[in-house]
């Protein structure tokens, strides 16, 4: 997609089921222990605001090693095609980024991209989904 349109935006997301839908993968969700919160405050809770941000999800699927599988893709991702809506990101720190992740692109070598989380978090980097478009 960010081949064909570099404006367009990527964001993974894992699956979080919705109440009250009567779904499969929620009855799924439900058979392998998930529940929804049954108070106010249980569904203002930070867990809960974890769960619906689908960044934690908490589901009993989404493993450690699969959510880091996703992560470690999505970081590579982010670094090879930089968001558009982060007007802060310059000709050259976009340049760095597509440098330094162009081989594990290229590669599709996901694993371990300790370098990128780094140089991200140097030039504070934004991602759309949690920083808004």
Request: glycine fraction near 4%; avoid cysteine.
């Amino acid at each position: 997609m960010k081949a064909l349109n570099e404006a367009t935006e990527i964001v993974l997301y894992m699956y979080t089921p919705v109440a009250e839908i009567d779904s499969p993968l929620v009855q799924e969700a439900t058979a392998e222990g998930f529940t929804f919160p049954r108070s106010m405050d249980e569904w203002a809770s930070n867990e809960w605001a974890e769960k619906s941000m689908r960044r934690s999800p908490g589901t009993p699927w989404s493993v450690d090693p699969i959510r880091n599988k996703i992560r470690n893709f999505e970081t590579v991702i982010n670094a090879f095609y930089p968001t558009v809506t982060d007007l802060r990101l310059h000709g050259a720190m976009k340049n760095l980024l597509r440098v330094m992740s162009g081989w594990r692109y290229r590669l599709e070598f996901y694993s371990a991209p300790y370098e990128l989380k780094v140089l991200q978090k140097l030039i504070h980097y934004r991602r759309p989904e949690t920083t808004g478009f």
